[in-house]
């Protein structure tokens, strides 16, 4: 059997590379499975950095994504959306970029379903070519992926086939990881840990590297460290998306994104991706940029309680 | 005290009555206005549902406010448990989840809905064909659709809009995508003949009006506002809705559910689900 055919156990000691040498393991035209979701813990820092190395033609496959996959669409990176939802959910409303690039052709659409993409994702954990739902026969995802169909031998029931998932790569953020390359997400862990389980290459930033023995102490790994191919130190790595308990959703940010990004492809590059993406070649300039301390400051202040909290969501990002 | 609720409140109030108490329900996301009727439900007529916050999937939360996004820690404060996304869907397809709540851009007459794209359809699209629009998706909405026990649909924009192509409908003869599976696949098989878990949806919650299903599994309207008619929902309708024999008035949530609620939302995140003009819609609350 090739090798293709099998999923690597990662069992170097030290998997810790900076920001670009992770990014450089993704290629043109990969399959990349993008962790996190919506508002939170999404690999955002990474995600600029693939969009500096001039990273094209992926195919990005996920849950329910936002701002992600949007800037991805509106830096010309990607090929193909398998995404099962992508937008700004009743906050701003829909993705634009993503929403421009899939009109245009630019962007292949190729809409996923949350539990089809689950099971896909399982199938390939589980070593088998397929998995039977008995879901989504009767609706257009039929026909869009072609998807086969078989009668059960044991009980004469119908039963849609979803072929087996293995993502060529899938880039994370986690909120604490070791050098082995141990990775502890607090909070909801979407579709991370089954992307950790089920792809070629496992890339993830993290906002503290820790020693494993204080990575046990917070409660041991989410994803243990043969999952994972390399993995690099980056604090304020998911913004702006949250990364709690570090900090919450830049909302403000997010607005100013979505304006930006509603303005036009051409608005879209000069205000967003020029100043945040391309003109910060180190993570610390974005940082910088975005606000530094006073920012970091502000965002982890949900941790004084609800009206702070509240605060931090109140008034800012009114769209029409 | 309170002497008028929002039509927001209304609505809320509205998809609050179709949870069953004692059993597990379940909210998407980019969706305060069942966000607020799972927690009105449970705070009320369903102290004992099993209630599942979407994109989180925290098991009975008590969020100290509405958040502007779904996946914030904000939503699954209080959490008994936290479920993974597997375990959530896994639950549907072995016939757990009793109720889910899905909109859509275009519903039909059956209940299918569409958030996946306008254009030419499905078969269309699978060979490179342009959609004249992009929608976000469907999330995990396909699969509930078909596994979860019952449904609730919803959308607060079943007013048609006015545009440059002429009136644009919410609520339409046929989806160009069905995303989320009614009464009626695709090639019109009855979807009792799919043998999916679920029954379907059974109840339709516009900002116009309460729709049921009659036997047929075809919209019915059932409820009118103190502030609609029959003929507007005609108007805005681009079918002939069966009309319930006995037509109702929606009815509207006390003092305490409002106050709960307004405290539930200080932010008014369920406005952003509302077009501007209904923002303004309140009614007396009398008798």
């Known amino acids: 059997m090739s090798s293709e055919r099998h999923l690597s156990v990662h069992a170097a000691s030290d998997k810790r590379r900076s920001l670009p040498e992770l990014a450089a393991e993704v290629r043109d035209g990969d399959t990349v ?36 996959v949007d800037m991805l669409c509106g830096a010309g990176a990607v090929s193909v959306s398998a995404q099962s939802y992508v937008g700004f959910e009743q906050d701003f409303g829909m993705a634009p970029n993503y929403r421009r690039t899939c009109q245009s052709g630019e962007v292949r659409i190729d809409d996923g379903c949350c539990y089809t ?32 169909m078989m009668t ?68 041991g790994a989410t994803i243990p460290y043969f999952y994972v191919s390399a993995v690099s130190e980056v604090a304020f790595g ?66 004084d309680g609800p009206e702070a909290w509240q605060r931090l969501y109140a008034n800012d990002g009114e769209v029409a | 005290m309170t002497g008028y609720c929002t039509l927001g409140e209304a609505m809320v109030y509205a998809l609050s009555r179709t949870v069953e108490d004692r059993t597990l329900v379940f909210h998407g996301f980019g969706s305060p206005l069942v966000q607020l009727a799972l927690h009105l439900a449970k705070h009320t007529h369903a102290p004992d549902m099993v209630l599942v916050a979407g994109a989180t999937y925290g098991v009975n939360p008590t969020p100290p406010f509405l958040a502007p996004t779904s996946n914030d820690w904000v939503m699954d ?22 109720r889910m709540f899905l909109s859509g851009l275009q519903i039909d007459p059956w209940g299918n809905a569409n958030v996946t794209l306008l254009g030419d359809g499905a078969s269309a699209a699978a060979q490179g064909a342009l959609p004249k629009l ?40 046929e989806c160009d995508f069905i995303t989320n599976l009614g009464h009626r696949a695709v090639d019109g098989t009855p979807r009792r003949e799919l043998g999916h878990r679920g029954q379907g949806p059974d109840w339709l919650i516009t900002e116009l009006g309460v729709f049921d299903f009659d036997p047929y599994g075809h919209l019915r309207l059932r409820a009118v506002y ?30 305490e559910m409002i106050s709960f609620l307004r405290a539930l939302d200080p ?8 077009r501007p003009e209904d923002r303004e819609r309140r009614f007396d609350l009398t008798g």
């Open chain 1, 33 to 68: 499975g993008l962790g996190g979701g919506l508002s939170s813990r999404e690999p955002m820092a990474l995600l600029r950095e693939l969009i500096r190395q001039g990273r094209r033609d992926l195919r990005v496959v996920g849950s329910a994504h936002g701002i992600d």
């Open chain 1, 117 to 148: 993409l689950v099971q896909q994702l399982r199938a390939t954990i589980l070593g088998v070519p397929f998995l039977p739902v008995r879901s989504v026969r009767g609706t257009d995802f039929e026909t869009l992926h072609s998807f086969r």
């Open chain 1, 152 to 219: 059960c031998p044991y009980t004469g029931e119908e039963l849609a086939l979803v072929p087996a998932l293995r993502p060529d790569v899938s880039v994370l953020h986690a909120q604490y990881g070791d050098e082995r390359g141990n990775l502890r997400i607090e909070g909801p862990p979407v579709v991370d840990i089954l992307l950790a389980k089920s792809s070629r290459t496992v890339l993830a930033t993290v906002e503290q590297l820790v020693s494993t023995e204080e990575l046990h102490e917070r409660g």
């Open chain 1, 238 to 303: 998911a913004h702006p998306t949250a990364c709690y308990p570090f900090y919450a959703y830049d909302r403000p940010h997010t607005a100013m994104y979505y304006r930006s990004a509603k303005a036009g492809s051409e608005v879209f590059r000069a205000e967003y991706l020029q100043p945040f993406v391309y003109d910060c070649p180190h993570h610390d300039q974005y940082l910088e940029r975005v606000g530094g301390e006073a920012l970091r400051q502000r965002l982890a202040s949900w941790k």
């Open chain 2, 77 to 98: 404060r209080g959490a008994e448990a936290s479920l993974r996304i597997e375990e959530l869907f896994d639950l549907a397809a072995s016939g757990r989840m009793g």
């Open chain 2, 134 to 173: 992009k929608l976000p998706g469907g999330g995990g909405g396909c699969n509930l659709s078909c596994d979860a026990e019952r449904i609730t649909l919803w959308t607060a924009g079943h007013r048609s809009v006015s545009g440059r192509k002429g009136k644009q409908f919410r609520l339409v003869p």
């Open chain 2, 226 to 255: 103190p502030d609609t008619t029959v003929d507007e929902i005609r108007e805005h309708t681009d079918f002939s809705p069966v009309v319930a024999d006995e037509l109702e008035t929606v009815g509207l949530p006390d003092a």
């Open chain 2, 267 to 274: 932010l008014g995140v369920h406005l952003q689900e509302l």
